[in-house]
């Protein structure tokens, strides 16, 4: 099993800056695709971006391109949201996943996922 856990949100004015961190532990996710999603009240989960096992590819939704960079350190066990120019829409609980590798090139199915860290933008 993996054990996935958030820190870094908090409050943040409009156009600041946050970095959360995702800390894995129990096994090695150096061959694990990660990803950060976000839901805000009355609102479904989003992805908000993922990476591959070398970080060699990634994913961000349209609303964060240029604003937000995912990353890991596999050394670390450790997967990242940088999180730049911040607005109010970018309010959310943000959680991360892991998607363990069962077949290659599977359709993922974030097997682990964390408890979440607040991340709230104001204006």
């Known amino acids: 099993q993996v054990q996935l856990v958030e820190s870094g949100g908090g409050l943040v004015q409009a156009g600041g800056s946050l970095r959360l961190s995702c800390a894995a532990s129990g096994r090695t996710i150096s061959s694990y695709t990660m990803g950060w999603f976000r839901q805000a009240p009355g609102k479904e989960r989003e992805i908000v971006a993922t990476?591959?096992?070398?970080?060699?590819?990634?994913y961000y939704i349209d609303s964060v391109k240029g604003r937000f960079t995912i990353a890991r350190d596999n050394a670390k066990n450790t997967v990242y949201l940088q999180m730049n120019s911040l607005k109010p829409e970018d309010t959310a609980v943000y959680y991360c996943?892991?998607?363990?590798?069962?077949?290659?090139?599977?359709?993922?199915?974030?097997?682990?996922w964390g408890q979440g860290t607040q991340v709230t933008v104001s204006s």
């Open positions: 996943a892991a998607d363990r590798p069962w077949v290659v090139s599977h359709t993922p199915t974030w097997d682990y």
């Open positions: 990476i591959n096992m070398n970080g060699g590819s990634t």
